[in-house]
């Protein structure tokens, strides 16, 4: 399994960035897809989640309203876009993939999601 997180980068606070996600190798339109970010000296914590079909998704309350996650099952491919960006997104975001659907209870949970990819830095400048 191969996924490839691209689309960060340097942006002023209020600015917009969308991140994407190439996934291969494992049965994409079976699974959940989840963002997670990691910030300097914090733990990585849960972004944005989506169902297979698309029509559920979650958001961590920072997020709600400002980001929206989606996907294209035919390209295999999950997006987050980013909108009114503040210096407290600084981070570096990462995809999470499940072949299956994950729980509930463990959409926010990174033990929930077995693979992962490299992370793509985005930076909010003030």
């Known amino acids: 399994v191969q996924l490839q997180a691209s689309g960060g980068g340097l942006v002023q606070t209020g600015g917009s960035l969308r991140l994407s996600c190439a996934a291969s190798g494992l049965t994409f339109s079976s699974g959940t897809m989840g963002w997670f970010r990691r910030a300097p000296g914090k733990e990585r914590e849960f972004v944005a989640a989506i169902r297979a079909s698309g029509g559920n998704t979650f958001y961590t309350d920072s997020v709600r309203g400002r980001f929206t996650i989606s996907r294209d099952n035919a390209k295999m491919t999950v997006y987050l876009q980013m909108n009114s960006l503040t210096p407290e997104d600084t981070a570096v975001y990462y995809c999470?993939?499940?072949?299956?659907?994950?729980?509930?209870?463990?959409?926010?949970?990174?033990?929930?999601?077995?693979?992962w990819g490299q992370g793509t830095q985005v930076t909010v400048s003030s």
């Open positions: 999470a993939a499940s072949g299956q659907r994950v729980i509930t209870s463990m959409l926010r949970n990174p033990n929930g999601y077995p693979h």
